[in-house]
């Protein structure tokens, strides 16, 4: 089984700053069966907040720095994936174990449907993404081949601009906690 955390701001669409990640995004992989969450420099109740305004209920919500703790609290999921769009997002997830994606790296169902027709064209035409999300093997499959797509020059500029700040321009930093 898979869980999944998302960074809000700067990574979804609702975020400060605006990101890419989409609630069709997020949809897929509920719709399928994982868990999906927020972990974030905001406050739990801001991030739920956030969500419930978004018209979205999480599995969860908890400040991202403890992210490791949901290996130990979701113990029925085998692999653990956190999208972000700075590089302390990225840091954090590589020290938890997670695999980390930035925003335009996280599979869609677009995605996810190429990968099935290269796997076998037979599974291709599911509408149900399930089996996929409880094989940790898939899984890994999927991730490396998201992450070794070739990306836009101007979305990996995008995220480099940050890489020497833990902030990013818009953010609101009285809901946040310091990193």
């Known amino acids: 089984m898979l869980l999944v955390t998302f ?3 700067g990574t979804m669409e609702f975020g400060d700053p605006v990101g890419i990640v989409t609630k069709q995004v997020v949809n897929f992989y509920r719709d399928n069966g994982v868990i999906v969450g927020s972990a974030s420099d905001r406050t739990k109740s801001t991030q739920l907040n956030m969500w419930s305004k978004y018209g979205f209920e999480v599995d969860f919500a908890i400040v991202k720095h403890k992210i490791p703790e949901l290996m130990t609290e979701y113990k029925q999921c085998q692999v653990f994936w956190h999208v972000g769009d700075r590089p302390v997002d990225q ?3 590589s020290d938890a174990g997670f695999t980390f994606f930035w925003p335009d790296q996280i599979p869609d169902l677009s995605f996810v449907q190429q990968f099935l027709t290269d796997e076998s064209s037979a599974s291709s035409k599911q509408e149900n993404h399930k089996e996929l999300f409880d094989d940790a093997e898939a899984l890994q499959r999927v991730a490396t081949q ?7 020059q101007e979305d990996i500029a995008k995220y480099d601009q940050y890489a020497s700040s833990g902030r990013v321009d818009g953010d609101d930093l009285g809901n946040v906690l310091p990193i």
Do not use: N, V
């Open 91 to 93: 840091q954090i997830a």
């Open 7 to 9: 960074d809000i701001d």
């Open 146 to 152: 998201a992450l070794s797509r070739e990306r836009k």
